[in-house]
Each structure stands twice: as structure tokens, then as C-alpha cells.
């Protein structure tokens, strides 16, 4: 191998992707694909961690695939697999769970709010997700692992185990950092702009998704919570401009232009233009990937043949730290 950093992330298939997803990840994750060796993974198996519908969650994991494909993920390039049909995941998610403290688990924000959320189905799945997750980075020996800041706990508590382990037998497991995408912009809901956007957000007029037609993108950028002063500045800690800041986020991610130059683009002007504007510039970049998108999806056996060149790749990589992590342990070699 030469020496090129590794780096390794993956998505729930168990809602749409929306504009947030993009621009704050998978834009950067294009840009960056020549630099490192990226392994990008659906990652079905957490999502039964909260009931799934079988036809949904089968259809969306396509969907996911396609559209990174359709945004320019490079599968020559870049490694992209489902992680339910690489085995490796669900047993090495076994063995660090004899290395993970239920104290650990316990203290998770996400596990605290999904088991608020979910009171009728708290399963042990979900109290050991971030086990498997753990799991998932450490097969492959991550340097650099891109999330949002909710999941930087993970990342924490993945280091946290894999520095246990490697302290019992040695070194077995790379190190990883979490990385929050700098360039990357942090999208807001377009109805409640201290909120982040959210593809579980209840009321669909508060993110825009991948999935959204470009009149229905435009309708829900022209109809996005602003305020009634009628200036367009960027004011980072004031709250009433949360709705007018998102708008020249979203603008300034699009169009590459810095926020200041857009502030005075627009000086003096009114919110409909802006607005108006902003919305025809998020049409235009999403008009060709929602082509290409639509030409993917339909191609069912090149998605077939993408996973399975994927899967055999990720395979080979995570079957050497499996042979590494059973010799260790004490397990006979086959
Ligand atoms: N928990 C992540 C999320 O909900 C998804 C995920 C699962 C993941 N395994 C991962 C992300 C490994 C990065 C690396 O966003």
C-alpha cells in the first residue's frame, strides 16, 4: 500500500438524504477521493436498530448508492459496500463487545434520546450500536473518520476501545480520528433555523431532499422562515437572522463565493430576490446530479455489480484485521 491516508465513513439508509447531507459531506467527500483511500459504506445494519419496513429500507440502500454514484463518487476510486453483506462487521461487533463496559454505553447521548424516543423498543441493539459502529472503523483501520458533530461521541468511545484492545495484545487496531468536514457547511431547517436540517424532521418544508423535484426545491426555499427586519447580513449569534444566515450558507456552499461577497451582492435588495436567487442556484447544481440519478437508479445490475466489487475489496481488507484479531484472541486459524 502506499501512503495514503485512509479514511472511512458511512450512512443510515432509513431517510432521504437531503441538501444538508451534501453540502456539509458528500460534496467534500467527492473533492477529496483522489487524496486518501476512501471506504464509504450503507450501514443497514444500524438501522434495525429502530424498526425498519423491509421494501423501504431495500429500496433506500439503492437510493443511498445511486446517488453517491450520481454526486461523483468515483467507484474506481473509492470503495463503496453495504455493510450487512461483509460478515465481518456483526463479528468483530461481537468481540468488542466482551471490551466495552455497559457503564460506557450507558452514559451514550444518542442511546439516552433514542430510548426516550423509541420507549417501546428499547433493544439491546440499539444500547450496543456504538459497538458495531467501532467495529465498523476499526476493520479497515481508519486514520480519519468524517461525521457530524452528534456522532463525534462515537468516535470517542471507538478510540476509547480500540486503545483498550490494542493495550491487552498489542498493536491490532489503527488509532482513528473523528473529522468534521471544515469546508463543509452546517445547513440549518428551513422552517426552524436553529434546528439542524434533519431528513427525520417531521414537516418535509424543513429540509430539502435529494429526492425533491426542482419546483418543490424551489417552493421550499422561497417559502423558508426569515425575518421581518429586511436586511441580508450574516449575524453568526443572532438568533432572528438564524433564517437569513442558513440562506447565505446554503449560497455561499453552492456558488463557492465567500458570505461577504453575497452580503454586498445583495445590499439594499429584498428578501424575495435573494431568496428567489438562492433557490435558482440550488436548482442548477442539483438539476444535472438528479439526472444522472435518475439514470442510475433504474440500472439495477450496475448497482449489483458496484456493491459486489465493493464487497469483495472491503472484504479483503477487513478479513486481514478479522485473521489479525482471532490469533490474537486465542481462536483456532482455520
Ligand atoms: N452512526 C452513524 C450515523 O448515524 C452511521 C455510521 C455507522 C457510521 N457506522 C459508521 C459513520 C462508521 C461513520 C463510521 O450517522
Known sequence: MDDKKIIFSGVQPSGNLTLGNYLGAIKNWVDIQHDYH??????DLHTITVRQNPADLRRRTLEVLALYLACGIDPKETILFVQSQNPHHAELGWVLDCYTYMGELQRMTQFKDKSARHAENINAGLFTYPVLMAADILLYQADYVPVGKDQMQHIEICRDIAQRFNAIYGDVFKIPEGMLSKS????MSLQEPTKKMSKSDENPKAYISMMDDMNVIAKKIKSAVTDSEGVIEYRENDETKAGINNLLSIMSAVTGKPINTI???YSGQGYGTFKSDVAEAVVEMMRPIRSEYDRIIKDKEYLKNICAEGLEKA??????????????IGFIQK
Open 38 to 43: 476512501c471506504i464509504y459504506a450503507m450501514m
Open 184 to 187: 463543509g457547511a452546517k445547513i
Open 263 to 265: 452580503v454586498s451582492d
Open 315 to 328: 472484504y479483503a481488507i477487513s478479513g486481514r484485521t478479522m485473521r489479525k484479531v482471532h490469533k490474537k
